[in-house]
């Protein structure tokens, strides 16, 4: 018998009452919409507040009853400052703090390069709601689990709930001994929330298809050792394990301390724990010797950094005759929404970058991939873009935000189209989007 899947809202809500938590103030990131939305718009008054570092674009309409208990962080710089800045002209009442200089990607270490500026931002927003209803707790500081949500409790005071901050590698650590001192700050994680719902909810979508394609094309032999760069929460590595069955020693590193937790505890539920290991560290450093890895590989990772100098440590890394391979999003092929549209609309919406995902100046997120291994000298080439399928069955929230910024960019007119089309597609089970991906794999010269 099928389990039954509850919704995030009501396993944050039994948390709560676990916890003795009428109310409390929420921080989140900016990649989840789905961490906080179900409690803004069904479990309101469960929310004192609502701080919201770099939002996406989002539907203000959504948001207009929570504006005047709302702090948004932000930094001026880059495209992910455009969505925020319109946000707030939608949003009147909203509090904001403007991190001057800086620009936020979802992997950005915000809490560790700007934390005392975001500690004193929030603590300043905070204080207005010391005359409030939020009622002081003095829960013992502890960790624990309820209703498939860690958490982990520091300080005493009003509740401070600070839910999973993106790819961030330090997450809310830095900041919390700031906040800790007069909130009672309660960090949440597990696979539910935050970037590892994303991650694992993609390792139940198509996007497997491509990622089995990958290693389809690097031909693992039997004892070849794998390395996994940039693994996240494990899904790629799971996969390499069951599909190896422990006749291969593999390992996953990864720049965050908590995707690598998260990683391991996902591992071990699914008995895969000792298939792997796990090691923290630095894609464009990586801590291994010269040719100690028969096969490399790097699932959408190389857009977040200097994609010159991962490949060139991937290949500094794998022996001769080893092979490489690497995945990338594709910000120069269009992707594809399957709503009945107008040309004109279908235009608008389709354009290239709309959704594709945030890549730093020096990464790769297009066909210079294929170059970049020739260039490299890697030698057989298999060079195959491919087309992974997001549907609301598989990644609901993740379809749910590519909407808002799509309805963010309309008219009142494009988005009433957009909305019929969208519900009469969804009622034929055939909505969904197609995202580009350029994939390839080449074998180290002897």
Known sequence: MTAEIRSVEECVVELFDHLGIQQAHIAAGRMVRGDWHGLSTKHRERIAS??????????????????????????DQGPTAEGTAKLLADLPNAASHVLCGYEYLPWSDIASERGAEIGTAMLDFLDRFKQGTVATTTLPEHQGEVAGISYRI????????????????????????????????????????????????????????????????????????????GCGSGVVLREIARRTAGANPITGIDLSPYLLREAMSLATREGLADRFTLQEGHAEAIALPSNSVDVALSCTVIEEGNAERMLAEMLRVT??????????????????????????????????????GDVTAAGCADASLYNRFCTAGLTELNCFPQLVTVTPRYELSRVASFEQRILAILTAEEAREWRESVARAKTDGTFFFALPHHCAVGTKPN
């Open 50 to 75: 609502l701080t919201l570092i770099s939002p996406q674009m989002l539907d203000p309409s959504e948001l207009a009853g929570l504006a005047a208990r709302m702090l948004v962080v932000a930094g």
């Open 154 to 229: 520091r300080g005493a005071g009003p509740p401070l709930v600070l839910m999973p901050l993106d790819l961030a590698p330090a997450q809310w650590e830095p900041v919390i001994p700031q906040l800790s001192e007069r909130y009672c700050t309660i960090s949440l994680g597990g696979p539910a929330l935050g970037a590892v719902s994303l991650l694992e909810a993609r390792g139940r979508s198509s996007y497997m298809g491509v990622i089995r394609a990958l290693l389809d094309a690097v031909q693992v032999r039997s004892g070849e050792t794998i390395l996994e760069i």
């Open 319 to 356: 022996r001769p005759g080893g092979r490489i391979g690497v995945t990338v999003r594709s910000l120069d092929i269009p992707w594809w929404v399957n709503p009945p549209l107008s040309p004109e609309l279908r235009s608008k919406v389709n354009r290239p970058g709309l959704i594709g």
